[in-house]
């Protein structure tokens, strides 16, 4: 479904992703961890082209968005890119429309589905978020648990296939990370195709499918959250472990 091949992206001479590979099976769950500037908010957003690759090849359903470096043509970039939906660190909200416009505006400006099926999703994605009773209101008003669940509920609005979540709840007080991290649980229960940059340790190792360690711009290790927290042998990431 996601199959990224020695992916490469300098910034100008700092080499932050040397030649990253891995693939992600429909359904799976993928927590990346590692640590700060280890280049995991970069390979995530070259999937979806917020950042461009400088080499290497990312392949979504099987159509190249960039192959060996070379890019794929606007109008196909944005049909490639379109199963997927994002979930930033900094939640991202529209402040001037209401939580109701923010997951309604995507979907009405495409005009994919009636008016009416976008109104009855926005209702039903509220619900499935636990946040029935805020339709109406603006995002100042919410708490940052509160925001990050509306741009869960705005990303599913365009029924994607794979969900990328950069650091979710990196920027929640402690006490608010938990109702995030319920939502993300709860998709990955449903075998929602998610990659979850993250540093919640225990999040990662209770919900993810696998576990991608990234340091200094490789995979150093990736494997099953048994293999990655459990064993004595991925020095690496027991080096990091024991920082965090
Ligand atoms: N637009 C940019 N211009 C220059 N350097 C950048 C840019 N974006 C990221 N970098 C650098 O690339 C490296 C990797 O950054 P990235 O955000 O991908 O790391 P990360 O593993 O997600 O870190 P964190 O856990 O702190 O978010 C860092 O050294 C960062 O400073």
Redesign the pocket.
């Known amino acids: 479904m996601i199959e990224v091949k020695e992916l490469q992206k300098s ?2 001479s ?1 080499e ?1 992703l040397k030649k990253v590979t891995f693939a992600v099976n429909p359904g799976e769950a993928v927590a990346v961890i ?12 070259s999937l979806v082209h917020l ?1 461009e690759a400088t080499g290497g090849s990312i392949i979504i359903h099987g159509k190249p968005l960039v192959k060996d470096g070379k890019y794929a043509s606007a109008a196909e970039i944005r049909e490639i890119t379109s199963p997927m939906g994002m979930v930033f660190q900094h939640f991202n909200l529209f402040p001037h429309l209401t939580v109701r416009g923010n997951l309604e505006l995507a979907p009405r400006t495409l005009k994919r589905e009636s008016i009416k099926d976008i109104t009855a999703k926005s209702k039903d994605l509220l619900s499935k978020v636990g946040l029935t009773d805020k339709g109406d209101v603006y995002p100042s008003m919410l708490s940052g648990g509160q925001k990050q669940r509306v741009a869960i509920a705005r990303a599913l609005m365009l029924n994607p296939d794979i969900l990328l979540f ?2 979710p709840t ?1 920027a929640l007080d402690p006490e608010l990370t938990g109702e995030v991290l319920r939502v993300i649980r709860q998709l990955a229960e449903e075998h929602m195709t998610m990659i979850i ?1 993250t ?1 919640e340790m225990n999040f990662a190792r209770d919900v993810a499918d696998r576990v991608i360690f ?1 340091d200094n ?1 490789e995979i150093a290790e990736s494997g099953t959250p048994e293999q990655i927290f459990g064993s004595p042998q991925l020095e690496r990431t027991r080096m990091f472990l024991s920082r965090e």
């Open positions: 910034f100008g700092l932050v590692g640590p700060s500037g280890s280049g995991k908010s970069t390979m995530l957003r950042e950069d650091e990196s940059v540093h990234m711009g």
